[in-house]
Nanobody
Framework: VQLQASGGGLVQAGGSLRLSCAAS????????MGWFRQAPGKEREFVAR????????IYADSVKGRFTTSRDNAKNTLFLQMNSLKPEDTAVYYC?????????????????WGQGTQVTVSS
C-alpha cells in the first residue's frame, strides 16, 4: 500500500489542523493505521492509532482530548483532527500502515509509511 499524507502547515497556538493520509494499492481496510511524529533532534513518537474498522482508537497522553483520528475505508483515507495545538506539537507527522492482527504504538511494528507532512505551531 502507498500512503500520502497532507494537510500540514503553520498555525498559531490554540488553532486547528486536519491531516489526511490517502492510501492506494492494496485494500485499505486490511490495515490497522497509526500516526507518528518526529520533531528535530528527537525520536519518532506515537501519536494515535486506529483499528482496521475504525472501531477502536488509542492516543498518546500528550494529545489525548485534543486530537482525534478517524478513517473512511470507502475513500481509502485516514484523518487526524488536531485541535488546541501547542508549540510542542511542532513536528513532521507520518501516517503508517500495519499488516496483521492488532494495532501497535511501536513504530517498528508498522510496515508502510507516508512521506510526512510538516506541522508548525507558533506561540
Amino acid at each position: 500500500v502507498q500512503l500520502q499524507a497532507s494537510g500540514g502547515g503553520l498555525v498559531q497556538a490554540g488553532g486547528s489542523l486536519r491531516l489526511s493520509c490517502a492510501a492506494s494499492g492494496r485494500t485499505f481496510s486490511f490495515y490497522n493505521m497509526g500516526w507518528f511524529r518526529q520533531a528535530p533532534g528527537k525520536e519518532r513518537e506515537f501519536v494515535a492509532r486506529i483499528t482496521w474498522s475504525g472501531g477502536s482508537t488509542i492516543y498518546a497522553d500528550s494529545v489525548k482530548g485534543r486530537f482525534t483520528t478517524s478513517r473512511d475505508n470507502a475513500k481509502n483515507t485516514l484523518f487526524l483532527q488536531m485541535n488546541s495545538l501547542k508549540p510542542e506539537d511542532t513536528a513532521v507527522y507520518y501516517c503508517a500502515a500495519k499488516e496483521g492482527r492488532g494495532g501497535s504504538s511501536d513504530y517498528a511494528q508498522y510496515d508502510y509509511w507516508g512521506q510526512g507532512t510538516q506541522v508548525t505551531v507558533s506561540s
